[in-house]
């Protein structure tokens, strides 16, 4: 199993709909991130948290909320998906020195 | 500010050529870490290497090389002999501080051709 889960892998969403991205992991890692990754731009950083009660934004907050359930689940919400939400999201977990980065598989988000 | 800069968007070369992808970065932060990482057709994010600020000896695995320089704020790889199975969109990143955010790239595109 990998230590670093993303559910779903794949969506297609309508706009409007709100949708939740899930992510859980086995790292035992205190720290979390959500990006989203768009062709030409690389990844950018939406929200990262360092413990439950930790959440703070990122680079591209807006129209993104997340939660941080448990120290091993950080879940991602669009509350009213849009079409320029269409992208690849990434969560990531790092341990306290945040040194090194681990990533989960990736889900595709399609809004229509 | 934070920023990392692959200029190269798309690359193409015949296998067995040499191919290096470039990686210019700023910081302000006197200890950092410098990433690349290997994102192949399926999505993934494959880790490749970490190098941090003090250590600027260059790295060599199998094909794969590295060049840190920080008097240019550069820190390249370079891969040898290239093979079909490089192709994919590879992603220079930078952390500073002790957050543990990453400032990726735009990421550059190599194919490699039979």
């Known amino acids: 199993d990998a230590d670093v889960t993303q559910t779903p892998r794949n969506r297609i969403t309508k706009t409007g709909k709100r949708i939740m991205l899930e992510c859980s992991q086995t790292?035992?890692?205190?720290?979390m991130y959500w990006y989203r990754q768009d062709p030409g731009l690389g990844l950018r950083l939406i929200y990262y948290?360092?413990?439950?009660?930790?959440?703070n934004k990122g680079e591209i907050s807006d129209g993104y909320s997340v939660s941080r359930q448990a120290q091993a689940k950080f879940s991602l919400s669009l509350e009213s998906a849009i079409p320029n939400q269409t992208a690849l999201y990434f969560c990531?977990?790092?341990?306290?020195?945040?040194?090194?980065?681990?990533f989960g598989q990736g889900t595709r988000l399609t809004v229509v | 500010a934070q920023k990392v800069t692959q200029a190269q968007t798309e690359i193409s070369v015949v296998e067995k050529e040499d191919v290096t992808l470039d990686c210019v970065y700023e910081?302000?932060?006197?200890?950092?870490?410098l990433f690349w990482y290997k994102q192949p057709p399926s999505g993934e994010l494959v880790f490749l290497i970490r190098?941090?600020?003090?250590?600027?000896q260059n790295e060599i695995s199998g094909r794969y090389s590295w060049n840190f320089q920080k008097s240019t704020s550069s820190f390249n790889f370079t891969i040898t002999a290239s093979q079909v199975v490089d192709s994919a969109v590879y992603f220079c990143?930078?952390?500073?501080?002790?957050?543990?955010?990453?400032?990726f790239g735009q990421g550059t595109t190599l194919q490699v051709k039979p």
């Open positions: 990143a930078l952390k500073g501080g002790n957050t543990g955010k990453l400032i």
């Open positions: 790292k035992g890692h205190d720290r």
């Open positions: 990531a977990t790092s341990d306290f020195r945040g040194t090194e980065a681990f």
């Open positions: 948290s360092f413990d439950v009660k930790d959440i």
């Open positions: 910081t302000r932060d006197t200890t950092y870490y």
């Open positions: 190098r941090n600020s003090f250590d600027e």
